[in-house]
Each structure stands twice: as C-alpha cells, then as structure tokens.
Nanobody, 124 residues
Framework: QVQLAESGGGQVQAGASLRLSCAAS????????VGWFRQAPGKEREFVAS????????DYADSVKGRFTISRDNAKSTVYLQMNSLKVEDTAVYYC?????????????????WGQGTQVTVSS
C-alpha cells in the first residue's frame, strides 16, 4: 500500500496562493487515481479535486473550480494542488488520497490510501 504525506499548508491572507504537495512512498503514484479532500472545523470532510491516473481527467468541486488546479509529477511520485485566490472559507485540513481502478472519484470511500493532512488557514 502506498503511504502519502502532504505538505505546503500554512497561514495566508485572503487572495493569496498556496501549493500543496502530496508525496508518495512505498509504491509509485503513476498508476493511481488521486484526490484532494478537506475538512473544515465542525464540518464533514468534502471533496475538492481529483485527477485520473492517466492525467487526462480532472474534476473539481464547484467551490474551487477556476481557483484550484490539481496536477501530478510521476517522476517525483507527487501530486500537487495549486490554490489561488484563497478565501476564508477555504480554511481546512487538506488531505490527499489515492485509489486504483480506472477512474478517480468524489467519494471518500473509494480511496484506500490517505495522508495525515496539512492545515490551511486563510484570514481576512
């Protein structure tokens, strides 16, 4: 099973940008579909973005569409989430996840490997 580790979180002001990284070890991510999820205080974890193992298909939650971009570097076995124009409501712990199969998913239960999360705090 692949181990995932997120990094790149931090505290920024509204309008700023951050790039989260999700590095894999134990197994390459090149054949895995990957997703980013987030959990804000007092709320359930929610889907943010996903990327198919081919790199050809992306999916974004409406709340981040046009501001966030998911990408991957198979040579580094790393997935990224570029977050631009951050809003206060983007404050959450961000998790990356991976799954096998043909396509990515918006469902948490579809993913079998998860990172520990990285905190993103956006202040006004």
């Amino acid at each position: 099973q692949v181990q995932l580790a997120e990094s790149g979180g931090g505290q920024v002001q509204a309008g700023a940008s951050l790039r989260l990284s999700c590095a894999a070890s134990g197994r390459t991510l090149s054949s895995s579909n990957v997703g980013w999820f987030r959990q804000a205080p007092g709320k359930e974890r929610e889907f943010v973005a996903s990327l198919s193992w081919t790199g050809r298909t992306t999916d974004y939650a409406d709340s981040v569409k046009g501001r966030f971009t998911i990408s991957r570097d198979n040579a580094k076995s790393t997935v990224y989430l570029q977050m631009n124009s951050l809003k206060v409501e983007d404050t959450a712990v961000y998790y990356c996840a991976s799954r096998g199969g043909v396509i990515a998913s918006r469902r948490e239960a579809a993913y079998d490997s998860w990172g520990q999360g990285t905190q993103v705090t956006v202040s006004s």
